[in-house]
């Protein structure tokens, strides 16, 4: 009996452990929550209360006033406010989807083709992982005029295919894959292509739904920077951030828009959070 | 007809070079040339003109002046050095603790990792579009700034005063505050580190678990036996992700650009930021030299 005891505990954990762990986990989550709670909080509260001295965390009298003021000053935009929000979408889509589909495709024959040099093109990928973007963001401005890109969406869409973050962690992920996965699907006759489609791809899937969320939460936040000047490309974070210039005035306007620039980046996370299932990359091994 | 006589090998190199020939272009020409003409510039005495600029070589004289003349930049980058030798163990090793935590079963858990991830979505974006410096705005960039987090109302506000008209030595309250806020700092860096770990652990097999279970391991052997050895690879490249994350966006950054940007001295920022990057690069090389030894690969 005592070792069915024993065994038993081996097996579970305990629930006094369990618990502890819960709470562990409770108060830190409640730690980073806080400026969460106080944003959205802010969002509902009126001018006065904004501007209560020290600020309170909870809101007293909600009110939604400051979501239809913020729709008023869109009304009142000089290019249809749609269209910002296009652009955003579309900048944020493009370049989300370039960059992973850019950065794994370059992954695969890094992690798992050893050609001539892949070991000098690593090095030069993490040597560039550590400059900070302000390094190059003189030349970058010059190349892009070069290219005749000023002022268009390529500017910010294409130098986010080469970031080379995404391409690091790519092949990190996919260093992993046990060699005899792809040798296997070799024999079987399917060619590098398929390979990568249907053998690597599924089975990084964690890999790039993270990076799908990095790249994404990079994207929204995107203001054109120096390459973007006519009106009607200018992203939506661009316009919210001209609403909220309007002083003490829009105080409770700017609460409002960060409250909705960060529901999108919010979701994007919990959806592909969600969708991860465990994969099983060493699950067909017989060895 | 060449192509013919290739060996397998062979074919596997081109292979490569095919499937990696597109981002290599971007990278190319949108990084390296950028990279290389940053470091001409390091060289050179930049000056504007009517039409564009000139540079003319002065050798290691804007270097020179980083290091021996420039009032702040040695001490702001000891500093950076510090806090990157200080944190990044802690990152490390608090964001795979809570991701295998985030990684069990149990109700509300994307719900937890969202929460977990937020520091990253508020540090971007956002709050940057806030912070243009009013005081609606100053007080919602205090409340979640990166470096000093949701806490730092209570941190900076309520904390601080109390403790001071309390009557405690201002030196000694300063120095608890401030390891307050690093707890923070930590746990607010951790973001991208958790959610790398947590799609490490998801690309572990659960067979390996279940022969385990079947085999009497406890939880604790478990882990250092199975999810230890098959997350390693990671451990590295979080790692090198945390130090180049923690060197991008400090105050030697925020030097180099404001050289550049507010007192327009653009070789001298040049050069800063390039002296910088060898810190980096050997701080790197020095820990992953060190870690990737002890990395297991599952081939």
């Known amino acids: 009996m005592k070792l069915a005891i024993r065994v038993k505990r081996k097996v579970n954990r305990s629930w006094q452990v369990d618990s502890m762990l819960f709470l562990l986990l409770a108060a830190f989550g409640s730690f980073m929550a806080v400026p969460l709670i106080y944003v959205i909080n802010n969002a509902f509260k009126p001018l006065d209360e904004l501007f209560i001295f020290p600020p309170t965390l909870f809101v007293r009298n909600a009110t939604l006033e400051n979501f239809a003021d913020l729709f008023q000053v869109m009304k009142n935009s000089w290019v249809p406010f749609s269209r910002y929000i296009f652009n955003t979408v579309f900048i944020t889509a493009a370049g989300t989807a370039g960059h992973i589909l850019l950065a794994s495709a370059a992954a695969y024959p890094l992690a798992k083709h050893k050609f001539r040099g892949h070991k000098v093109l690593f090095t030069v990928i993490v040597l560039s992982l550590m400059f900070s973007p302000h390094v190059t963001a003189i030349p970058n401005y010059m190349i892009m005029s070069a290219l005749g890109w000023m002022d268009s969406y390529q500017a910010v869409i294409i130098p986010a295919f080469a970031y080379p973050l995404g391409l690091y962690l790519m092949k990190q992920f996919m260093e992993q894959i046990p060699d005899a996965l792809l040798e296997a699907a070799k024999i079987d006759g399917a060619s590098e292509y398929r390979i990568f489609w249907q053998v690597v791809m599924p089975l990084v899937k964690p890999a790039w739904l993270t990076l799908l969320i990095l790249m994404m939460q990079m994207l929204w936040g995107t203001d054109g920077g120096s390459f973007i000047y006519s009106e009607q490309l200018k992203t939506m974070h661009y316009a919210m951030g001209q609403i909220i210039q309007g002083g003490i005035a829009r105080a409770g306007v700017g609460a409002a828009v960060a409250v909705i620039m960060m529901t999108v980046p919010i979701v994007t996370f919990v959806l592909s959070q969600s969708n991860v299932i465990q994969t099983m990359a060493s699950s067909g091994m017989k060895d | ?299």
Not at chain 2, 75 to 81: A, F, G
Not at chain 2, 113 to 131: C, H, K, M, T, Y
Not at chain 2, 202 to 231: D, R, V
């Open chain 2, 1 to 299: 007809m060449r192509f013919k006589k290739l060996s397998l090998e062979q074919k596997n190199r081109y292979y490569g070079l095919y499937f990696i020939l597109p981002w290599f272009a971007g990278f190319l020409f949108l990084f390296i040339v950028p990279l290389l003409s940053s470091f001409r510039y390091s060289l050179s005495n930049l000056q504007v003109t009517n039409d564009g600029f000139s540079l003319d070589f002065i050798g290691l004289s804007n270097y020179r002046e980083a290091l021996l003349s420039h009032e702040s930049y040695v001490r702001i980058l000891t500093e950076s050095v510090v806090d990157i030798a200080v944190n990044t163990p802690l990152i490390i090793i608090f964001s795979l603790f809570f991701a295998v935590l985030l990684n069990q079963r149990f109700r509300g858990r994307v719900l937890a990792r969202a929460i977990f991830f937020l520091p990253v979505i508020l540090a971007s974006g956002i709050i940057s579009s806030i912070e243009n410096g009013d005081l609606m705005q100053s007080v919602v960039r205090s409340a979640n700034d990166t470096t000093g987090g949701g806490l730092s109302i209570m941190k900076n506000l309520e904390l601080t005063v109390m403790l001071v008209e309390s009557g405690l030595n201002i030196t000694f309250v300063e120095y608890l505050t401030g390891a307050v806020s690093r707890i923070y700092e930590i746990v607010s860096q951790s973001g991208v580190q958790i959610l790398i770990f947590l799609a490490g652990l998801q690309s572990i097999s659960p067979s390996l678990y279940e022969a385990a279970k079947i085999e009497g391991s406890t939880g604790y052997e478990a882990f250092w036996k199975i999810t230890f050895p098959m997350i390693s690879p990671l451990i590295l490249t979080n790692l090198v992700y945390t130090i180049i994350d923690s060197f991008i966006s400090d105050e030697t950054s925020r030097l180099v650009v404001d050289t550049a940007f507010k007192s327009f001295d653009f070789g001298l920022s040049a050069a800063m930021a390039w002296m910088y990057f060898a810190v980096i690069a050997l701080v790197l090389w020095i820990t992953t030299s060190i870690v990737s030894r002890k990395v297991f690969y599952q081939d």
